[in-house]
Each structure stands twice: as C-alpha cells, then as structure tokens.
C-alpha cells in the first residue's frame, strides 16, 4: 500500500509465537515510541511451579517489573539511557507495560526493550537488593492518605476479590516472595499471547522486518493455556458508610459503586463502548460542562478536586466519584442523590453530543504526540480495537439507554462511602 505524506496507518498481526506486534505508523515523525505490554498484573496470583499451578502471594508482577526495569548497573532503563532513549514501566491490576521513547534508532530501542524484558535472568542477591527499595515505596503508598482512602473503598466494595489488595501487595507479601517464584511468575506470563509489542513513529518497511524478527525470536511461545479463574465475589457493600483517619488537613469522600461484569457485553468493542458511554453519561452531570457540577461547586460542599471514573475489568466494574469536602458526610450524600436523580432518565441528547464531541476533539489532539497515540494503541490493541477507528466509534456513538447496568448503580445494596477525616490530636 502506497504511504501517503503525513498518513496515519495502524497494523496489527500475531506472529507465530502468539505474540501481536502493532505498527502504528506516523509519517514525518522523529520520534519513536515502543511498548511492550504483558497481560498479567495484580490480579494475577498463579504460576507454573514445580507441582502444577501454585499460588503465590500478591504484588509479584510488580516485583518483577521493579526488577526488569531498575535492576542492577545494566537494567534496562541505564541501557536506554546510554543511547538517549527514556524509558518508564507501570503495573496495573490486569497488565505490565513497558516503554521508551526516543529519536531514531527504532531497532535499537526495541531490541533493548525486548531483550531486557524476555531474556531478563536475575539472581537471588538482585532480589534482595530491590526488596528493601519495595518495601519502602509501600511505606509511602501506606502513608498517603489519598491511596489509603481508595484502598478502603476497595476492601469494603470487594471481599474476594484480588483488587482489593494493592497492586504491589502488602509488606508480608513482599517479604516471602521467592526469587524461584518471581522467575516462574515471568516464564508463566511473559510469553506468547500474553504479549503485545507496539512500535509508533515513522518506520521504513525494512526496519519492520527486522522488528518482526526479532520479536518472534526473543518473545518465547506459551506453554500455559488454562488458570483457575478468579471466582465471582457476589459480595454486598450493602450501602455502609466508614470512617478512617490520616495526616490531612481537609477531611476525603469516596464513594463507589459495584458494577456486575455480567452486565458488559461479551464482545470487546461493545464491551470498550459500553464503558464510555457511562463514563460520557456520568461527565453530562459531573463532568467540567455539567451545570449539575456547577451547583455542587456553588453550594460549597465539594471543590475542584472532585473526579469520577470508571474501571472496567476483565471480572470486575466500578463507579467511582473522589473529592475533599469540608463537609465529607453531607458531599456524599448530595453526590449521590444527584446521581440517583441523573439516572432515571437518559442524558438530554444536546448535553450528550457536547461531551462526546469534547472528547472527540481531546482524542485528535492526542493522535498529535507519538508517544500519546503509541500509549493508547497499546490499551485498544488488547480490546481488539484499532486505535485510527476510535475517532469513527466516538462519532457515531448513540445517547445511552437506561438499561439493566444502569439500574444496578441505583441499587443502595451496590454501594459503599468512606470518609477520611483528620487525625484527631491526643
């Protein structure tokens, strides 16, 4: 196919070791962005160990990624950088991601990235080393008060479920991880189609050729195809409200709210537009345009800080609204009427369009910056989605329907608030 200046083109295929590699092509870009995102995160708390499928404590694929990207004086992000190349990683509850982003060199880039990721062969003193340092980036997600409020909701919103644990898991769990363990959690997830490689930015058809092969060389296949599923948690936050303390000067709400994943439509693109379409319903009331927000910023009881979100999972789902309030009690409650109020009816179509468009716009400008667009293709690629067929998908997106997931976030039973006030002086 011809490639016409300043095109856009995405390309996504899997290789033969199961692994997808994602082109995402940027004409008269110097920059480069590549990632490599691994289906396994928090979540995740088996291996393949020695007697079958074992299981492990929390917050090992966190370790693992601490280990891969800082590592010793020949980690992954010394190596980028002696080529000017910066690089990052993230673990989420559901994936690990790896990245950099640099000037030229695309083949360089990637195949350190690759290399460091697949061919990674740590020992025991490198896991001891990076222990301590994890234990202490625990101390501070403990000692923040903010981290400390979601992981509250989360507890009270899930009895079962592994996100109701941090994503790097508690001290003890640090603690008894075994570097056999780490080694197994990374040939369990760290192969075939678990792995996803993106590369975005203007790249000449030989170079693709050589990235083709060296992912299918260094990306090993999968020899794991079944894990025990993690079990429905029917739980019922039952609509209780608690309490907590911490170091702050202004008192914290949050309040969620439990989406049943039977509710998302099975298929993925469905699935993906079902969840923003709630989230365009919720920004018509608590977005920045909402004259609903303007009220609740006027009566005083919440400021700017005020944010909603939706988390979509493969087994999970939940509203989610945080704020600071000087009247914690009294902004949750006024939250959530309005909340109860928006969601007898559909949002008024014009507002709809308003909020759609905006976002349509935010999504444009992102497909502007190669590392923005790179980042997002990676996220879409795992939903099956190509990332050039969101501007389309967002266009033609309808005014949602007060439907049975609707319905279950009115449901008091769904619902859980904490407020964190304080700490009172002895």
Not at 57 to 72: N, Q, V
Not at 125 to 137: D, Q, S
Not at 154 to 178: A, C, M, N, W
Not at 260 to 276: F, G, H, K, N, Q
């Amino acid at each position: 196919m011809e490639r016409k200046p300043g095109a856009k083109y995405a390309q996504i295929e899997r290789l033969t070791n199961g692994a997808q590699l994602q082109f995402v092509e940027l004409k008269g870009f110097l920059t480069v962005y590549v990632s490599v995102s691994i289906h396994a995160g928090g979540n995740d708390r088996y291996i393949s160990g020695n007697h079958g499928v074992e299981a492990i404590p929390a917050g090992a694929a966190h370790f693992l990624e601490h280990l891969i990207f800082s590592g010793d004086d020949n980690g992954l992000v010394e190596r980028l950088a002696q080529k000017g190349i910066s690089a990052n990683a993230m673990t989420t509850y559901e994936d690990t991601i790896f990245y950099a982003t640099g000037v030229g060199e695309v083949d360089t880039q990637t195949r350190l990235l690759l290399e460091a990721v697949f061919n990674t062969a740590f020992s025991g003193e490198e896991v001891e080393l990076e222990r301590p340092i994890i234990l202490a980036e625990l101390d501070m997600v403990e000692n923040d008060p903010s981290s400390k409020l979601q992981m509250t909701l989360f507890e009270r919103l899930y009895e079962t479920h592994p996100i109701r644990d941090d994503i790097g898991g508690s001290k003890e769990d640090v603690r008894q991880v075994s570097s056999e363990q780490l080694l197994a959690f990374h040939q369990t997830y760290y192969a075939g189609d678990r792995v996803i490689v993106t590369v975005a930015g203007d790249i000449a058809e030989k170079t693709r050729e050589s990235i083709r092969e060296m992912v299918t060389r260094l990306v090993p296949k999968s020899t794991h195809s079944s894990w025990p599923l993690i079990a429905a948690d029917d739980s019922r936050p039952d609509g209780r409200i608690e309490v907590i303390q911490s170091a702050v000067d202004l008192p914290q709400f949050a309040i969620g709210v439990k989406i049943d994943p039977a509710l998302w439509p099975v298929e993925p693109v469905e699935r993906y537009l079902s969840r923003t379409r709630l989230m365009f319903w919720l920004n018509t009331v608590f977005g920045d345009m909402a004259e609903t927000r303007d009220l609740l910023l006027e009566s005083g009881v919440i400021d700017d800080s005020f944010h909603h979100n939706v988390w979509q999972g493969d087994d999970y789902g939940m509203l989610l609204l945080f704020g600071h309030s000087r009247k914690p009690e009294v902004a949750a409650q006024m939250i959530i009427e309005t909340l109860d109020h928006a969601l007898e009816t559909p949002p008024s179509a014009a507002m709809f369009d308003l909020v759609r468009r905006s976002a349509y716009g935010k999504l444009l400008r992102r497909q502007d910056s190669v590392r923005g667009l790179g980042s997002l293709a990676t996220g879409m690629a795992r939903r099956g989605i190509d990332v050039f067929s969101l501007a389309d998908l967002y266009a033609k997106m309808d005014v949602p329907q007060v439907d049975r997931l609707v319905q279950s976030l009115r449901s008091e039973a769904n619902r859980a608030t904490v407020i964190l006030q304080p700490e009172r002086s002895q």
